[in-house]
C-alpha cells in the first residue's frame, strides 16, 4: 500500500451482469491508456466523446491522443457544465453529436467528466440505435465511486431530478484517481459523501477506516484509489443483486430523499448545493429520523454528522445559504421523487451505522413533521 | 368463421417473453372492454393517453368511458397526426404530460393511435421514471399487425427514422379491429403491406389465403380477424426468438431498407408516400434484386407485385409522385439506416415466396446499379 500511484496499484473491479458484465479500472494515467484498455474490449473503430467546459481544457486532448494512438476515430461534444446540461436540449445535442459522427452499435459513446456527462452521455447511448456501446470516464469523484457504475442513466426535467433515463450499462468504465487533483475542494467533498454512504448502508468497518484515513484520500496515493475500489465494489455487488432497482438497490438511495429535495429547494443551483453536499445532509438527516423513530441511537447520528463536518460537508438543512421554499414543498419534491410506490413514501432508514434498511411505509406526516423541526 | 364480429370471434396471441410475456387481444369493439382487461392485468390506477388529432375525436371518449367505468383516473394529450410527431418535441410534450399525470413505475402510458402514436408512446413509457407500463391500442392496420408488437419505439431524426428510441415491450395489446374502418382505404392498404409481408417471409401458404381472400380482410369481418392474428403471431414469434434484434428479427426488414430510403427521399412527407407503401415498393424491389442475384425467379416479383397492385399499393418507385433526388442519395440514406454493421450492408433477399434470409454481405455498388436502373 506504500508504493507510488502507478499501474502495480492499479485496481480493478468486475461487475458479473451476464451479457452485460464490464469492468472498472482504477488508476492514476488511466486516461493515457485507454486506448489500449478500449481496444482490448471493444471492436467499433469509432468513439463520440461527450464532455463538458471544464473538463475538456484539461483531459480532451490526453484521451484523443490515446484513442488515435491505438486506431480509434473520435469525435467530441463540449457541453456547458453543471446540472442544466442534464435536459432534453442537452440531450438533443448529445444524440445529434453521436448521430452525425455515424457511431454504429458497436462503436462507442465515450463520457468524459463528472456525473452531469455520464447521466447524460449515457442516455444519448442507451437511445441511439436503441443502444450502442458505452464507456464511461469519471473525472469527479462522485463519477468515480458512484454515477459511473450502475447503468443509471437520466437528465432533469420541470417535474424533477432524473425522471427520464434508461438503464444502459457500460461496457468499460476507466476512472484516473489522478484527475481528481483538478477537482474543485469542494467538488471532492461532495463526492467523498458518497464514499461515507458506501459505509454507512453495511459496512461500519469502512466507515471507521474513513474516519483515520479520510486525509490520506484527500490527498491521493495509494488510500484514494482503496477508497474508490472498495465503493465501486459495493456498488457494483448492490446492483449485480438488483439490476433495475425493483429492491435492495433502494438502498444506494440512503440519504437521497432528503438530499434530492433540497436539491430541488436550491434549484439545483450548485452555488448553494451540489448533489453530494445534499446527500450529506440527507444521511444526517435519515439517521437522525430513524433515532426519533427510536430505529437507531442518536449518538450514530452525531458520529456521521461528525466524520462529515470534520471534512467540510454540510450537515444541516440550515447550512444551506440562501432561504428554503416552505416545509410542505420539499414533501412535494419528495412525494414526486421517483422512490414512491402507490403513494407510499419508500425511506432509506438504519437502526445504527452500517446497518440500513428500505422502509416503504413511513407516513407523510411524520416526515413533514421532522422536516419542520429540523429548519 | 361466420358468426358476426363479436366476442366469440376475439382472438388472444400471447407473446412469452418471459418477465416481459404479454397478450395481444384481436376482436371488434375491443375499446369498449379496455377498462376491464387492463384491470385484469394490471396494478396501477393511473393512465397517461397520447393520441393523434385524427384519433382523438373517433375513440377517445370511448376508451376514456370504458377505462373510468372500470375505475382507472386517466388523462389524455392529443397531438398532431403524422411522421413529424415523431420527434424530440412530441418526445418532450409526451413525456411532460406523462409526469404531470404522476404515473409511476405501475401505472399506464396507453397509446391510442397509429403507429406514430404509438413508437413516440412507447419511448416515453420506456424512458419516463426509467419505464413504466404501456398499453398499445392500435388504430391502424400498421400498427395493429406490426409496429403495437415487438417492443421498438422511436422517433425520427435529421439523420434518418428512428434512429432514437429503446426497447420497450408493451404490457397489453388491445386491436379494436371495428375501428379499421375509419381508416382512409389508403391507410388501411399501406398496412396491409405489412400483413403480406409475414407471407414473404416465410409463409407462403398465407400469401396465397391472401391472394384469395383479400377483399373479405378489407371489408372487415372474420377474414379481417384472422389476417390481423395471423400477422400478430408471425410477428409475435419473431420477436420470441430475437427480442433484441441481433439476428432474425431482421427478416422483418423486409422492403424495408429501400422502402426507408423511399420515405426519406420523399421527407416522410405522407401525401406522397406512407410508410406501408415504401414497404410496397421496397418488397417488390426486394424480390426483383434477388431476381437479379439470380437468387429468385423474376417469376415471384411479378406475383408479388401483382398482388400488391390488385389491391391499389405501388409497387415501383416511379408511382411516386414529384421528383426524386439523386440515386447517391437513396445510397446515403441506406447507409444511414440502422441496418448496417461495419460499413457493410444488410439486406433482407429471397430465394421465392416465402423464403426470404438476412444477407449482410451486400456490396453497395450492386445496390447502387440495381437502384439507377430500377427509376
Ligand atoms: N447515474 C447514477 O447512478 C448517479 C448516481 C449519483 C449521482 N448521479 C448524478 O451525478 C450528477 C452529479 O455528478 P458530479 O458531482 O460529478 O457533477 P458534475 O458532472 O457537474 O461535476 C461537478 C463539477 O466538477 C467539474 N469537474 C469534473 N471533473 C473535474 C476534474 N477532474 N477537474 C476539474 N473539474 C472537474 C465539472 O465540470 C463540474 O463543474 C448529478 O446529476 C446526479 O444526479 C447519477
Ligand atoms: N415500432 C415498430 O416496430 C414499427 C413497425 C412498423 C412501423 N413503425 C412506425 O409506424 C409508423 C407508421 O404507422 P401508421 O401507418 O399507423 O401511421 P400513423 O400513426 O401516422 O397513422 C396513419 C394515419 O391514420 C390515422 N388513423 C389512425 N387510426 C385511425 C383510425 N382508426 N381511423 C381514422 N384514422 C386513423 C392517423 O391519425 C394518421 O393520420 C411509422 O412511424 C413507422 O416508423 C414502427
Ligand atoms: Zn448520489
Ligand atoms: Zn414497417
Not at 125 to 151: C, E, H, K, N
Not at 310 to 329: F, N, R
Not at 350 to 374: C, H, K, N, Y
Amino acid at each position: 500500500m506504500n508504493a507510488p500511484a502507478s499501474r502495480a496499484d492499479d485496481r480493478l473491479v468486475h461487475v458479473p451482469l451476464g451479457e452485460r458484465a464490464y469492468d472498472i479500472l482504477i488508476g492514476s494515467g488511466m486516461i493515457g491508456r485507454a486506448g489500449v484498455e478500449i481496444n482490448a474490449r471493444l471492436r467499433g473503430r469509432r468513439a463520440a466523446i461527450i464532455t463538458d467546459e471544464h473538463v475538456e481544457p484539461l483531459y480532451l486532448a490526453q484521451l484523443m491522443d490515446s484513442l488515435q494512438t491505438d486506431g480509434i476515430e473520435a469525435v467530441s461534444l463540449t457541453l456547458p457544465a453543471g446540472e442544466k446540461t442534464k435536459s432534453m436540449d442537452g440531450l438533443a445535442a448529445a444524440t445529434d453529436t453521436v448521430l452525425a459522427a455515424r457511431i454504429e452499435r458497436n462503436d462507442a459513446v465515450i463520457a468524459l467528466g463528472g456525473g452531469v456527462v455520464g447521466d447524460l452521455a449515457g442516455f444519448a447511448a442507451g437511445i441511439v440505435r436503441r443502444g450502442v456501446r458505452f464507456i464511461q470516464i469519471p473525472t469527479s469523484l462522485l463519477a468515480q465511486v458512484d454515477s459511473s457504475v450502475g447503468g443509471k442513466t437520466g437528465i432533469n426535467t420541470r417535474h424533477g431530478k432524473n425522471l427520464l433515463g434508461v438503464f444502459h450499462q457500460p461496457d468499460l468504465v476507466l476512472a484516473d484517481t489522478a484527475v481528481l487533483d483538478s477537482l474543485s475542494p469542494r467538488e471532492f467533498r461532495a463526492g467523498y459523501a458518497e464514499v461515507v454512504k458506501y459505509g454507512l448502508i453495511d459496512k461500519p468497518y469502512f466507515f471507521r477506516w474513513l474516519e483515520n484515513n479520510w486525509k490520506k484520500v484527500f490527498e491521493g496515493g495509494p488510500e484514494r484509489i482503496e477508497a474508490i475500489a472498495i465503493s465501486c465494489q459495493a456498488k457494483a455487488d448492490v446492483v449485480v443483486e438488483d439490476e433495475r432497482e425493483t429492491g435492495r438497490r433502494a438502498l444506494l438511495n440512503l440519504g437521497h430523499t432528503f438530499g434530492h429535495a433540497l436539491e430541488a429547494a436550491t434549484e439545483y443551483d450548485s452555488s448553494r448545493l451540489v448533489h453530494g453536499e445534499g446527500v450529506a445532509i440527507g444521511m444526517v438527516l435519515a439517521h437522525q429520523f430513524s433515532a426519533r423513530l427510536n430505529l437507531a441511537s442518536p449518538d450514530d447520528a452525531q458520529r456521521v454528522a461528525a466524520h462529515l463536518s470534520e471534512v467540510g460537508l454540510p450537515t444541516k438543512i440550515s447550512d444551506i445559504e440562501g432561504s428554503l421554499p416552505p416545509t410542505q414543498m420539499l414533501m412535494d419534491a419528495i412525494a414526486q421523487d421517483k422512490k414512491v410506490k402507490s403513494g407510499k413514501l419508500t425511506f432509506i432508514l438504519t437502526r445504527g451505522i452500517g446497518q440500513s434498511f428500505v422502509a416503504d411505509d413511513v407516513p407523510a406526516s411524520e416526515v413533514l413533521r421532522f422536516l419542520e423541526e429540523m429548519r
